[in-house]
Structures are given as structure tokens and as C-alpha cells.
Nanobody, 124 residues
């Protein structure tokens, strides 16, 4: 079955950077859309970014210009480079994978495969 394992979270000061990694197994990465969601305490899961199999990417407005997603299909790994981090970026970040969408990609229910999450904490 599909497994997604995130790493790279941690504690960083505002303005700093982190790079999250997501290693996928049980799938061929090049045939899946990949993305990231996040969930802050007391809030619903929030769409962050998607990268389609063809290479197009879409970012949430809140992270546009600061976060960059990339994929290495040969390594079955997706990365999220996060720069200029803000305290409001504090959340658990989840890697997601989906091959077929039956609802809009920026909704959590559209994604079947989720990682366990990695905590990102940005101090002010």
C-alpha cells in the first residue's frame, strides 16, 4: 500500500527556513499528484500546495512566494522548501498523494493518501 513519510520539521525563528521531505513508497511518484496540507491547533486542515504530474503547481495565497514544492521522481521524494517563515506557519504539515480526484484538490477530502505529519514551529 501507499506510504508517505515526512521529515524535516522542527523549531525555527521567524524569518528562517526549513525544508520538509516526503518519501513515498508503494506508488510510482510520476503518476501521482503530490501536495502538502497543514493543520494548526484548533483549526481545520489547510491546503498548502499541489504539484501535478505534468509539473504545474498551485500554492495557497498565504504561502505564495515563500514556499516552493519540488519532486524527485527517481527518489520517490517530494520536498517543500519553506522560506521567510512566520509564526502563523506553525502547524503539523502533512504530505499527500492522489491519482484520481473526485473533488477539488484544495479540500482535504479529495486526497486518499496521507503521511503521519511533521511538526513545524515558528517562534516570534
Amino acid at each position: 500500500q501507499v506510504q508517505l513519510v515526512e521529515s524535516g520539521g522542527g523549531l525555527v525563528q521567524a524569518g528562517g527556513s526549513l525544508r520538509l521531505s516526503c518519501v513515498a513508497s508503494g506508488l510510482t511518484l510520476s503518476t501521482y499528484a503530490m501536495g502538502w496540507f497543514r493543520q494548526a491547533p484548533g483549526k481545520e486542515r489547510e491546503f498548502v500546495v499541489i504539484t501535478w504530474t505534468g509539473g504545474n503547481t498551485y500554492y495557497a495565497d498565504s504561502v505564495k512566494g515563500r514556499f516552493t514544492i519540488s519532486r524527485d521522481n527517481a527518489k520517490n521524494t517530494v520536498y517543500l522548501q519553506m522560506n521567510s517563515l512566520k509564526p502563523e506557519d506553525t502547524a503539523v504539515y502533512y504530505c499527500v498523494a492522489e491519482r484520481y480526484f473526485f473533488s477539488k484538490y484544495d479540500t482535504a477530502s479529495a486526497w486518499t493518501n496521507w503521511g503521519q505529519g511533521t511538526q513545524v514551529t515558528v517562534s516570534s
